[in-house]
């Protein structure tokens, strides 16, 4: 077998995910598929929705779609590169492109600290041409968007602890029915239009409280940029009507409850009964280095594929994979199969290993060896924080 295959020790899950750079692989004779990538993995995505997913395997197809602001320079999460923003204070100057926080802005609530401004990338093409390029009011729309839609157990409370020092749109319930008022409901809003605002040029969030966390929330999929036309085209919140007709007009209140906590699988997956085009079923259209080409999100037998988006802003690299596939393959049998095969129509490039099984990669069957020739081995390394927390008073005389 002359190709290098490569098998991934599945240790731990991080919730930290980061951009990934472009795929990259070298082809020579006899690679099955030299520029198509073919991952056999053990789960599919929860979700195509960055403001909705919350687990690493919808992150792990997000990534190549949807970009951020910024992002974190390789496995640093301490430096910062230039996303959609190319530019913020401290950029170039600072240790790794921190941000310097500014003074608050001069329209700001009097509850604003501090304030951080972005300036947003030009020309940059979405995956759709119809849509044009990134402007700032799709910057600000994915963020109000996200935080309005705060579904339960997701990721927006990173959002809005720096930006309104609160953990969820349900704490703005003071009456605890477990629902929000319409002046419930316009004092949220309120918040959050003053929270992120937008020029033709910069993006900027004024924050509650000073929060240093707060650039790496925006280098990462929650954070990840939409854009606006589009999401109002496939069901998403209309922000053209709460601009018609007021933040705090019951025509905005009916349509945050349309969007509001939704339930699963959450927004894009499935929308029949959404306003305008129906949704078939997953979409997604971003500005990242792949566009999506075909999916099924069916958790046991699904796949996804993403092909190389041509007018990618930031260019490609001199070898790159032209598509990439993901498959779930629940049986490690069988994608162990698929992992030694040389069939282009069955042959995988990556897959899951199971702690237990990894001793099968390695020459006479022990994980201390080298591995099998044209093989190499990747072990996940994640930030992992284990804690033990003595909550319970036990029975002495409980076995």
């Known amino acids: 077998m002359d190709r290098k295959n490569l098998y991934v020790v599945v240790l731990a899950v991080s919730i930290l995910c980061t951009l990934m750079a472009p795929l990259a692989v070298s082809g020579s004779p006899g690679i099955p598929n030299p520029d198509h990538i073919y991952y056999a993995s053990i789960g599919n995505i929860e979700s195509v929705d960055p403001h909705w997913a919350y687990d690493t395997a919808s992150f792990e197809f997000l990534q190549h779609i949807y970009e951020p602001l910024c992002a974190f320079e390789g496995n640093h999460t301490d430096r910062y590169v230039a996303k959609l923003a190319d530019w913020w204070p401290g950029y170039g100057e600072n240790p790794g492109n921190t941000i310097t926080p500014s003074p608050p802005h001069p329209d700001a609530p009097d509850y604003v600290v501090e304030t951080w401004y972005f300036r947003?990338?030009?020309?940059?093409?979405?995956?759709?041409?119809?849509?044009?390029?990134?402007?700032?009011?799709?910057?600000?729309?994915?963020?109000?968007r996200?935080?309005?839609?705060?579904?339960?157990?997701?990721?927006?409370?990173?959002?809005?602890?720096?930006l309104t020092g609160r953990d969820t749109s349900y704490e703005w319930d003071t009456d605890e029915d477990g629902n929000l008022s319409?002046?419930?409901?316009?004092?949220?809003?309120?918040?959050?239009?003053?929270?992120?605002?937008?020029?033709?040029?910069?993006?900027?969030?004024?924050?509650?409280?000073?929060y240093a966390p707060f650039q790496q929330i925006l280098s990462q999929g929650w954070s990840f940029i939409m854009c606006r036309q589009w999401c109002e085209e496939h069901g998403l919140w209309n922000k053209t009507l709460v601009e018609t007709y007021g933040w705090d007009s019951d025509e905005a209140y009916k349509e945050f409850l349309r969007c509001w906590d939704p339930p699963e699988p959450g927004p894009l997956m499935e929308q029949p009964d959404a306003p305008g085009p129906v949704v078939p079923g997953p979409v997604a259209m971003g500005t990242g280095p792949y566009k999506l080409v075909a999916i099924n999100p069916d958790p046991h037998t699904g796949f996804w594929t993403v092909e190389k988006f041509d007018d990618y802003w930031d260019g490609w690299p001199a070898k790159y994979a032209t598509r990439a596939t993901m498959k779930v393959v629940e049986e490690w049998a069988t994608r162990k199969a698929m992992f030694f095969s040389v069939d282009p129509g069955l042959q995988v490039d990556l897959t899951d290993v199971p702690r237990a099984n990894c001793p099968e990669l390695h020459e006479g069957g022990d994980k201390d060896a080298p591995t099998l020739k044209g093989f190499m081995l990747h072990k996940l390394v994640s930030p992992v924080l284990a804690a033990a927390f003595f909550c319970f008073d036990v029975d002495e005389a409980s076995p």
């Open 146 to 162: 996200g935080m309005l839609q705060d579904h339960s157990w997701g990721p927006m409370w990173m959002l809005y602890e720096p």
């Open 182 to 210: 319409k002046t419930e409901y316009i004092a949220l809003a309120t918040m959050i239009d003053k929270a992120i605002e937008s020029n033709e040029t910069h993006v900027w969030f004024n924050l509650y409280q000073p």
């Open 120 to 144: 947003i990338r030009t020309g940059v093409k979405w995956h759709d041409s119809k849509y044009g390029t990134v402007t700032p009011e799709d910057v600000e729309y994915s963020f109000e």
